[in-house]
């Protein structure tokens, strides 16, 4: 008798334990917004969960009915599972997003994009510093001629590096490399602003190559400074359309070694790490409308050295790349979609640190409608936390992906 209930007592134990056994490898999938247009274009990992920012409709209603609706600048912070804790919208009384969330320390972020102005319809870069509950401490927005944007933020001695896009006009600068001349207004270029801890403008700098150059991420560089990459049709009076450029920018904002990668695809950089001993650039062959192929590109450190161009993609999918994350030691995963038909599925794939593909390490979620990654990051134990956007008819919501392979 004995010997029977110790069986059964076992056995419950058993059970119960594997019921609240946690799967290793589960899968987690959650979906923010209400209607219209949410996006996530952003992800942070923060010691009590994640934060992500993008943009998040702002949604009015009398009884059941949508008497108005207008996309704000928007974060949200959930636990590790995924589940919101809070979320907030920002600009005051703009429409906007927010393109870039940093976690400054445990106890606050900095969410960094753009807000529109209602009357000239003119787009200035917008900053916002919050506490962990949500608590807006601090708003700024920068106005300068024309129409900026926002694509990376950095902290740097004093505050932070802000790396963002500007199509006002610029005469020539004598001070700045050879290459970088006059431009028209309309056409783009990289714009680069030291800010202080509490949001205030230090210096707001405009520099380019002649015609459009996007610059895509801002990273510190190892030995001192920042490294930046992009985007840049500087070469597309030799028959090419679009060539990725990199370049060192010093502590006081000043680009001090610009250099266009000599390859013959159309290529758009969409993200940057920082290796031991060079650089890897990710982004996508082929414009959107195109059959597209990931892209990357190990720089060394000497960046007038010879490139390092990985064996192309091969698959019949159309393949396109918006982020890459540390994953693990010598590893990273690309984040983006792939294309088939008119589908949109989220994918994310392992490269090695030289851009090769490592084989069976794909993850693509897709269902009806479109799915797109914007951002990822790695977590010590190898889980993959993305965010981007779910997509269906004319209403999306920003996504909250997070696996292991």
Not at 118 to 135: F, K, M, P
Request: charged content about 20%; glycine content about 8%; overall charge negative.
């Amino acid at each position: 008798m004995i010997n029977r209930y110790f069986r059964i007592s076992f056995l419950i134990a058993a059970l119960i334990s594997s019921c609240e056994a946690p799967d290793e490898n589960r899968e987690l999938i959650k979906f923010y917004g209400d209607v219209r247009d949410d996006i996530g274009y952003s992800i942070a990992r923060a010691s009590d969960g994640y934060y992500l920012c993008g943009q998040m409709t702002e949604v009015w209603r009398k009884e059941s009915y949508i008497t108005g609706s207008e996309p704000k600048p928007g974060i949200l912070k959930t636990d590790f599972e995924g589940n919101m804790i809070w979320k907030k919208y920002l600009g005051n009384e703009f429409a906007g997003t927010a393109s870039k969330v940093i976690v400054v320390n445990d106890n606050s972020v900095i969410c960094a994009g753009h807000v529109i102005d209602s009357v000239t319809s003119e787009t200035d870069i917008y900053l916002a510093i919050l506490d962990r509950n949500g608590v807006v401490e601090k708003e700024s927005i920068i106005e300068l001629d024309d129409n900026q944007t926002c694509a990376d933020l950095v902290p740097s001695a004093g505050g932070f590096l802000l790396l963002g896009t500007t199509d006002a006009p610029t005469l020539p600068d004598p001070g700045n490399p050879a290459d970088s001349v006059f431009n028209y207004a309309g056409y783009l270029d990289i714009l680069l602003i030291r800010v202080s801890n509490d949001l205030e403008t230090i210096e707001a700098k405009q520099w380019g190559y002649p015609w459009n150059d996007r610059g895509v991420a801002l990273k510190e560089d190892r030995t001192g400074g920042y490294v930046l990459a992009g985007t840049t049709d500087r070469h597309a009076n030799k028959g090419r359309k679009n060539d990725t450029f990199i370049m060192r920018v010093n502590d006081v904002a000043n680009i001090t070694r610009p250099v266009i990668l000599d390859s013959p695809a159309d290529e758009y950089a969409s993200d940057l790490e920082v290796l031991d001993d060079g650089y890897l650039i990710a982004g996508t062959t082929g414009a959107e409308s195109e059959f597209q192929k990931p892209y990357f590109a190990r720089v060394p450190f000497d960046i007038y050295d010879t490139v390092y161009y990985p064996l192309p993609f091969t698959g019949n999918a159309s393949w396109s790349v918006n982020a890459v994350a540390r994953y693990g030691n010598n590893y990273f995963v690309a984040a983006g979609k792939q294309i088939v038909s008119s589908s949109a599925d989220k994918l994310f794939f392992v490269i090695d640190e030289w851009g090769n593909m490592f084989p069976g390490k794909e993850m693509i979620f897709g269902s009806s409608g479109s799915q797109i990654a914007y951002d990822a990051v790695c977590t010590g134990d190898l889980f993959i936390v993305g965010t981007g956007l779910n997509a269906n008819e004319t209403n999306s919501m920003i996504s909250f992906y997070k696996f292991r392979f």
